[in-house]
Nanobody, 126 residues
Framework: QVELVESGGGLVQAGGSLNISCAALGSSFSTYAMAWFRQAPGAEREFVAAIRWSTGSPYYADSVKGRFTISRDKDKNAVNLQMSSLKPEDTATYYC???????????????????WGQGTQVTVSS
């Protein structure tokens, strides 16, 4: 059984930076990719960024491209999201996710993932 655990959320002013992390806990973790999603109150969960595990190749939603950087640490089974130039509209609960074990693709919709963390709150004040 693998558990995804996020950390590092908090309150930051607009224009500031914040780094959030997700660790995959469990002895048998393997994945094709990991992703970050976010969900604001009353909104659907939306894709933020993903990274292919083997190559480190990233992919970003247009809304965060150039401001967010996703990276992974294979030794620690962790994925990070460095967020800069934050805007109030970035306020949301951020979730890390991984597709089913054995999956050899990653998608941009929440239903493409079946392993989820509990979420970490990011609040950007104006």
């Amino acid at each position: 059984q693998v558990e995804l655990v996020e950390s590092g959320g908090g309150l930051v002013q607009a224009g500031g930076s914040l780094n959030i992390s997700c660790a995959a806990l469990g002895s048998s973790f393997s994945t094709y990719a990991m992703a970050w999603f976010r969900q604001a109150p009353g909104a659907e969960r939306e894709f933020v960024a993903a990274i292919r595990w083997s190559t480190g190749s990233p992919y970003y939603a247009d809304s965060v491209k150039g401001r967010f950087t996703i990276s992974r640490d294979k030794d620690k089974n962790a994925v990070n999201l460095q967020m800069s130039s934050l805007k109030p509209e970035d306020t949301a609960t951020y979730y890390c996710a991984a597709p089913s074990a054995g999956t050899e693709y990653y998608g941009l919709r929440s239903y493409d993932y079946d392993r989820w963390g509990q979420g970490t709150q990011v609040t950007v004040s104006s």
